[in-house]
């Protein structure tokens, strides 16, 4: 090895100032929290949203239509979460090729608003019953509206944009009159009634709940055994005497009872008790009717010391029985008989394989109950439900004896009503056994308080009566010919008005509509399959009323008014003066008009706000009046090309997504979207549910005041949202480095291309191997990229582009190409076609980029292209497949394996301090395959290397050869580079191949230098 000595003329001349080194104002460090309020400024002033619509007008539409948020406080990290996601769905839409509109929305009815008015209300010891409903009602909209203000610069500011100057609102006047038009349409087509149901009550809140907004949560509950003697019908003696028993956590519902449900397929025996402690409840001689797989759990429970099997018991004994009822001796108020009925619901899992069956207080115990309306009617059962509780969590007197008794005080707490029901058992010689049990027990999601299941009036939507005209004013998914001539169905399923119910209606549209991910569509196919009614009455006063009139119809029931002459009216006054119309004094004489005298009665219930919610496809997607950025839609359910996607979290199936699809369905005969995506919940770095008394929770105004919006954004593209996020310090951390490394990349390539100029452009064809290997891994990357968008797999894009960015370009392509970027004369075509690949990539990587980084990538794209630019009115970069070489792939990736062996090599000499560079090594790199040596000669290698000299030898090397593991008969020596360093770009050549007019740099250099000089004499520059 030749030694190193300095040219003489080293330092006398500053040759950086010829060097096409980067030169950008794009920063290193983004600043994002002070520079993304000012891209937001520019996006509003230029008028981005519009220039998007100029920009794609005449092109398919995709909507997403906005899940409507409670206006009601600030936003949390879940909010962002969702938006950032569904602004990743529109930007790569729309770059995609689509109309990609969003108009967000506030979801502004409901308790969430009107507790919090009425906690004002405590707080100031006002009541809220002598306010005037309407100005309560004012009271409710002004709340609504500040938090819609708030909410509305806090989505801004996460980057996502939409429609943000003409939002929907359920509680702007045109909405609400078209919610009251929608829910008058399930009124003319007979699908909406007043019928009697247990539902889940808030007693705290004083309404009924839908399941979506129920929590379940522990809760401590008394449990009690008890029996029910059999008072005929028995076939045999030892029966007669005996008593069924059974087992609840409910101790209150026992005045409620009215049968008792058992099950065919579970095995039963009657025992006796043969020894127990004195004074005991269950005392010797006393018979039980048991399942035989829990006997012996009750009989422990009952402190049962001793007892025998007397024999099995055939379920079709129990057909003729009857019981009485435990509290028969505490009020000749339950004198009455207790029939025995089969249920699917009964298991021998837990309790006595008997379920206590009050059909005022559960679901299944109403649905058992009217299933065997007739057959209590044959045995001369009365099949009327009563109202053991009230409102106010009172027992009434449908409860005998327990009158004004308490189950759950207004302060969510227990009231005394167990205590009462079992003294009164006891007295009656009736309870078996007592305990507590911890279990899972309904709470609201707002007050946190347990709820009760009670038979109140309440209205319904039916989901199994046939439907057998179409609602006025509402287009069914198929012409009216295939309804004609009794025809059922059609090629397309079933049809609104054909007969078809709800519940039909309603499965063949989860069925053809894209669930994401799949799993989606099971779940809420089978929360549909099995729902009961939907109970959309509320007894509050914010909201949309239940725009109906009735009056009592001979033999019980009501009528309602079925007159389009009245809706409309009703209609016209909410589209001018809201739904504060309804409750305005005069009001119903006001609507009925010549009908006042015929003793209609107003319906004062307001809807569940989850049809509000439920509706807004029909005043945001059908009403160009006020949204004319959608007008035009046609769905490709109708033959068009358009689509409309739903996208919230996955508690949203038995929300958002069920009331939209019900109300949609039985108004239209189809769901009101194309696609559905959904999400996961976000939770702690250790998975836990955020809560602010654990302290665990993430701010996303916290997150943008420190790091960025954008920051935020990476996390979302990053996670899979499919399933449960996690976000935490140590996470944003992780994120943070990943958008460093990625913003780096890009401010590297604007830097670089500050000396591109659109002459530089080459074909492909033209270029070296190493830039078509690049063109070549944009060529595979573009569908992936595409394809990723197109799934909505933002996961994807980003584990794709930071793989490319680090491992293709910072630490291969970019690193081999610096020296040839910066150094190399302006003419050389190695130059030339190295810019161009980078022009190429950049356009590429921001594009692809965009709709998840929309800051950085918009402040890369104008800090090139000029301020007036934006990246997001372009389309999603496309590469030529042309550029496709997987023959030269193949090559490379060889190359590139040795190359790897090359700079571990080095890495260790850097390591113990033998050179400091690169560019002083010159090694020996031996590869025993001759193929593998003749394709890595092919190539200058120690360019891709970057070294100052290279040797390729045969063979497997000496024993202390550097080795790589996985990259087999390869074998490196490190070297040192000969001769002197050149003065300009630091490589290492012998002083013999100077340019006389240049010792100092080596002849490529040199010719730089004259092609330099001659720019400079004739007034251009580097």
Same mark, same amino acid.
């Given at each position: 090895?030749?030694?190193?000595?300095?040219?003489?003329?080293?330092?006398?001349?500053?040759?950086?100032?010829?060097?096409?080194?980067?030169?950008?104002?794009?920063?290193?460090?983004?600043?994002?929290?002070?520079?993304?309020?000012?891209?937001?400024?520019?996006?509003?002033?230029?008028?981005?949203?519009?220039?998007?619509?100029?920009?794609?007008?005449?092109?398919?539409?995709?909507?997403?239509?906005?899940?409507?948020?409670?206006?009601?406080?600030?936003?949390?990290?879940?909010?962002?979460?969702?938006?950032? +996601?569904?602004?990743?769905?529109?930007?790569?839409?729309?770059?995609?090729?689509?109309?990609?509109?969003?108009?967000?929305?506030?979801?502004?009815?409901?308790?969430?608003?009107?507790?919090?008015?009425?906690?004002?209300?405590?707080?100031?010891?006002?009541?809220?019953?002598?306010?005037?409903?309407?100005?309560?009602?004012?009271?409710?909209?002004?709340?609504?509206?500040?938090?819609?203000?708030?909410?509305?610069?806090?989505?801004?500011?996460?980057?996502?944009?939409?429609?943000?100057?003409?939002?929907?609102?359920?509680?702007?006047?045109?909405?609400?009159?078209?919610?009251?038009?929608?829910?008058?349409?399930?009124?003319?087509?007979?699908?909406?009634?007043?019928?009697?149901?247990?539902?889940?009550?808030?007693?705290?809140?004083?309404?009924?709940?839908?399941?979506?907004?129920?929590?379940?949560?522990?809760?401590?509950?008394?449990?009690?055994?008890?029996?029910?003697?059999? +008072?005929?019908?028995?076939?045999?003696?030892?029966?007669?005497?005996?008593?069924?028993?059974?087992?609840?956590?409910?101790?209150?519902?026992?005045?409620?009872?009215?049968?008792?449900?058992?099950?065919?397929?579970?095995?039963?025996?009657?025992?006796?008790?043969?020894?127990?402690?004195?004074?005991?409840?269950?005392?010797?001689?006393?018979?039980?009717?048991?399942?035989?797989?829990? $006997?012996?759990?009750?009989?422990?429970?009952?402190?049962?010391?001793?007892?025998?099997?007397?024999?099995?018991?055939?379920?079709?004994?129990?057909?003729?029985?009857?019981?009485?009822?435990?509290?028969?001796?505490?009020?000749?108020?339950?004198?009455?008989?207790?029939?025995?009925?089969?249920?699917?619901?009964?298991?021998?899992?837990?309790?006595?394989?008997?379920?206590?069956?009050?059909?005022?207080?559960?679901?299944?115990?109403?649905?058992?109950? /009217?299933?065997?309306? !007739?057959?209590?009617?044959?045995?001369?059962?009365?099949?009327?439900?009563?109202?053991?509780?009230?409102?106010?969590?009172?027992?009434?007197?449908?409860?005998?004896?327990?009158?004004?008794?308490?189950?759950?005080?207004?302060?969510?707490?227990?009231?005394?009503?167990?205590?009462?029901?079992?003294?009164?058992?006891?007295?009656?010689?009736?309870?078996?056994?007592?305990?507590?049990?911890?279990?899972?027990?309904?709470?609201?999601?707002?007050?946190?308080?347990?709820?009760?299941?009670?038979?109140?009036?309440?209205?319904?939507?039916?989901?199994?009566?046939?439907?057998?005209?179409?609602?006025?004013?509402?287009?069914?998914?198929?012409?009216?010919?295939?309804?004609?001539?009794?025809?059922?169905?059609?090629?397309?399923?079933?049809?609104?008005?054909?007969?078809?119910?709800?519940?039909?209606?309603?499965?063949?549209?989860?069925?053809?509509?894209?669930?994401? %991910?799949?799993?989606?569509?099971?779940?809420?196919?089978?929360?549909?399959?099995?729902?009961?009614?939907?109970?959309?009455?509320?007894?509050?006063?914010?909201?949309?009323?239940?725009?109906?009139?009735?009056?009592?119809?001979?033999?019980?029931?009501?009528?309602?008014?079925?007159?389009?002459?009245?809706?409309?009216?009703?209609?016209?006054?909410?589209?001018?003066?809201?739904?504060?119309?309804?409750?305005?004094?005069?009001?119903?004489?006001?609507?009925?008009?010549?009908?006042?005298?015929?003793?209609?009665?107003?319906?004062?219930?307001?809807?569940?706000?989850?049809?509000?919610?439920?509706?807004?496809?029909? &005043?945001?997607?059908?009403?160009?009046?006020?949204?004319?950025?959608?007008?035009?839609?046609?769905?490709?359910?109708?033959?068009?090309?358009?689509?409309?996607?739903?996208?919230?979290?996955?508690?949203?199936? !038995?929300?958002?997504?069920? *009331?939209?699809?019900?109300?949609?369905?039985?108004?239209?005969?189809?769901?009101?979207?194309?696609?559905?995506?959904?999400?996961?919940?976000?939770?702690?770095?250790?998975?836990?549910?955020?809560?602010?008394?654990?302290?665990?929770?993430?701010?996303?105004?916290?997150?943008?005041?420190?790091?960025?919006?954008?920051?935020?954004?990476?996390?979302?593209?990053?996670?899979?949202?499919?399933?449960?996020?996690?976000?935490?310090?140590?996470? +944003?951390?992780?994120?943070?480095?990943?958008?460093?490394?990625?913003?780096?990349?890009?401010?590297? /390539?604007?830097?670089?291309?500050?000396?591109?100029?659109?002459?530089?452009?080459?074909?492909?064809?033209?270029? %070296?191997?190493?830039?078509?290997?690049?063109?070549?891994?944009?060529?595979?990357?573009?569908?992936?990229?595409?394809?990723?968008?197109?799934?909505?797999?933002?996961? !994807?894009?980003?584990?794709? +582009?930071?793989?490319?960015?680090?491992?293709?370009?910072?630490?291969?392509?970019?690193?081999?190409?610096?020296?040839?970027?910066?150094?190399?004369?302006?003419?050389?075509?190695?130059?030339?076609?190295?810019?161009?690949?980078?022009?190429?990539?950049?356009?590429?990587?921001?594009?692809?980029?965009?709709?998840?980084?929309?800051?950085?990538?918009?402040?890369?794209?104008?800090?090139? &292209?000029?301020?007036?630019?934006?990246?997001?009115?372009?389309?999603?970069?496309?590469?030529?497949?042309?550029?496709?070489?997987?023959?030269?792939?193949?090559?490379?990736?060889?190359?590139?394996?040795?190359?790897?062996?090359?700079?571990?090599?080095?890495?260790?000499?850097?390591? $113990?301090?033998?050179?400091?560079?690169?560019?002083?090594?010159?090694?020996?790199?031996?590869?025993?395959?001759? $193929?593998? !040596?003749?394709?890595?000669?092919?190539?200058?290698?120690?360019?891709?290397?970057?070294?100052?000299?290279?040797?390729?030898?045969?063979?497997?090397?000496?024993?202390?050869?550097?080795?790589?593991?996985?990259?087999?008969?390869?074998?490196?020596?490190?070297?040192?580079? *000969?001769?002197?360093?050149?003065?300009?770009?630091?490589?290492?050549?012998? %002083?013999?191949?100077?340019?006389?007019?240049?010792?100092?740099?080596?002849?490529?250099?040199?010719? $730089?230098?004259?092609?330099?000089?001659?720019?400079?004499?004739?007034?251009?520059?580097?």
């Amino acid at each position: 090895m030749t030694d190193v000595v300095s040219s003489p003329e080293a330092d006398s001349f500053d040759y950086s100032q010829t060097l096409f080194l980067p030169q950008t104002a794009f920063p290193m460090r983004g600043g994002l929290p002070q520079k993304e309020p000012e891209i937001l400024a520019r996006w509003q002033k230029g008028n981005l949203y519009k220039r998007l619509r100029e920009t794609s007008a005449g092109r398919p539409k995709f909507v997403l239509h906005d899940g409507p948020p409670y206006a009601n406080g600030n936003i949390h990290i879940g909010h962002a979460l969702n938006k950032i +996601l569904k602004d990743m769905v529109t930007r790569s839409q729309q770059m995609l090729g689509f109309d990609s509109n969003y108009v967000p929305g506030w979801d502004c009815h409901g308790l969430p608003i009107e507790w919090k008015i009425e906690e004002q209300y405590r707080a100031k010891g006002k009541n809220k019953d002598e306010v005037p409903l309407v100005e309560f009602r004012q009271e409710c909209r002004a709340f609504a509206e500040h938090w819609v203000g708030v909410q509305r610069e806090e989505f801004k500011r996460l980057g996502v944009e939409g429609d943000w100057g003409h939002p929907y609102l359920t509680m702007a006047y045109p909405a609400e009159a078209q919610i009251a038009r929608e829910i008058m349409k399930f009124a003319m087509s007979d699908q909406l009634y007043r019928g009697s149901k247990p539902v889940m009550w808030s007693v705290v809140e004083k309404t009924s709940l839908a399941e979506a907004e129920i929590e379940y949560e522990d809760h401590t509950s008394d449990t009690v055994w008890v029996k029910f003697p059999i +008072l005929e019908g028995a076939r045999r003696d030892e029966l007669a005497k005996a008593a069924i028993v059974i087992w609840t956590t409910t101790p209150w519902t026992i005045p409620g009872n009215r049968a008792i449900a058992f099950s065919s397929r579970v095995a039963y025996g009657l025992y006796r008790v043969t020894a127990a402690p004195e004074n005991n409840w269950a005392k010797v001689g006393d018979t039980f009717v048991l399942a035989d797989k829990l $006997a012996a759990e009750v009989f422990k429970a009952a402190k049962v010391e001793a007892f025998e099997r007397l024999g099995g018991i055939d379920t079709g004994e129990f057909a003729t029985l009857t019981v009485a009822h435990p509290l028969a001796g505490f009020d000749p108020g339950y004198g009455f008989k207790v029939p025995l009925l089969d249920g699917d619901h009964v298991t021998d899992e837990a309790g006595t394989g008997f379920v206590h069956t009050a059909p005022s207080h559960g679901r299944e115990d109403f649905d058992v109950w /009217m299933a065997n309306t !007739r057959l209590l009617q044959d045995k001369g059962i009365a099949t009327h439900i009563p109202y053991p509780v009230d409102g106010d969590s009172f027992y009434t007197a449908d409860a005998p004896g327990f009158e004004g008794k308490c189950v759950i005080t207004e302060k969510g707490e227990k009231g005394d009503a167990n205590d009462a029901v079992i003294k009164a058992l006891v007295a009656d010689g009736n309870l078996v056994a007592r305990g507590r049990l911890k279990h899972q027990y309904p709470h609201s999601w707002r007050s946190k308080k347990p709820v009760i299941f009670r038979n109140t009036p309440q209205w319904f939507i039916a989901m199994d009566t046939p439907i057998n005209e179409v609602p006025p004013g509402s287009v069914p998914a198929a012409s009216p010919a295939h309804i004609a001539d009794g025809a059922l169905r059609n090629d397309r399923g079933p049809v609104l008005g054909d007969g078809s119910s709800l519940r039909e209606l309603a499965l063949h549209a989860i069925s053809v509509t894209e669930w994401v %991910p799949a799993a989606g569509e099971n779940r809420i196919t089978g929360m549909i399959a099995n729902r009961p009614d939907w109970v959309v009455s509320r007894q509050r006063a914010w909201g949309v009323p239940i725009s109906v009139f009735v009056r009592d119809k001979q033999g019980g029931g009501v009528e309602i008014l079925k007159d389009e002459a009245v809706n409309e009216a009703i209609a016209r006054a909410f589209e001018v003066e809201g739904a504060d119309a309804w409750y305005k004094d005069g009001a119903a004489e006001r609507f009925l008009g010549a009908r006042a005298s015929e003793g209609w009665v107003k319906v004062n219930d307001i809807l569940d706000v989850w049809f509000d919610s439920g509706s807004t496809h029909a &005043f945001t997607l059908e009403d160009p009046r006020h949204f004319p950025g959608l007008a035009g839609i046609v769905r490709k359910a109708d033959g068009g090309q358009d689509t409309v996607m739903y996208l919230e979290g996955s508690d949203q199936h !038995r929300g958002w997504f069920h *009331s939209s699809l019900l109300e949609s369905c039985g108004t239209r005969g189809r769901a009101p979207y194309d696609v559905v995506l959904t999400h996961g919940f976000t939770l702690d770095e250790q998975g836990k549910k955020m809560s602010k008394s654990l302290g665990n929770t993430v701010a996303p105004q916290d997150v943008i005041r420190r790091s960025g919006a954008d920051i935020l954004r990476l996390w979302v593209a990053t996670s899979d949202y499919a399933d449960d996020q996690r976000i935490g310090p140590e996470i +944003l951390k992780t994120v943070e480095d990943s958008y460093r490394k990625l913003r780096n990349t890009i401010r590297w /390539m604007l830097g670089t291309l500050a000396h591109y100029e659109a002459s530089d452009d080459m074909p492909a064809a033209e270029m %070296p191997e190493l830039e078509r290997l690049m063109l070549h891994r944009l060529a595979e990357l573009g569908p992936q990229i595409h394809a990723a968008y197109e799934g909505y797999d933002y996961k !994807r894009v980003i584990a794709l +582009l930071a793989t490319f960015m680090t491992s293709d370009l910072s630490a291969f392509y970019f690193d081999v190409r610096k020296d040839a970027l910066y150094c190399d004369p302006r003419s050389s075509l190695r130059r030339r076609a190295a810019l161009s690949v980078v022009n190429r990539l950049f356009t590429s990587l921001a594009t692809w980029l965009a709709p998840v980084l929309c800051f950085t990538m918009e402040e890369a794209w104008t800090s090139r &292209f000029g301020e007036e630019a934006s990246v997001h009115l372009e389309p999603l970069a496309a590469a030529d497949p042309a550029w496709l070489d997987p023959e030269l792939a193949k090559k490379w990736e060889v190359i590139r394996d040795v190359r790897r062996v090359v700079t571990g090599a080095l890495e260790q000499e850097r390591a $113990a301090k033998r050179i400091g560079s690169s560019l002083e090594a010159a090694p020996t790199v031996y590869i025993a395959d001759n $193929a593998t !040596r003749s394709l890595v000669g092919s190539v200058d290698f120690d360019d891709v290397c970057i070294v100052s000299g290279l040797t390729l030898a045969a063979g497997n090397g000496p024993v202390e050869a550097f080795r790589l593991d996985g990259v087999q008969g390869v074998a490196v020596v490190p070297g040192k580079a *000969s001769g002197v360093k050149c003065a300009r770009s630091w490589r290492y050549f012998d %002083p013999k191949t100077a340019d006389p007019a240049f010792p100092d740099i080596t002849p490529r250099d040199a010719a $730089a230098m004259k092609e330099w000089q001659a720019q400079a004499g004739s007034g251009s520059g580097a």
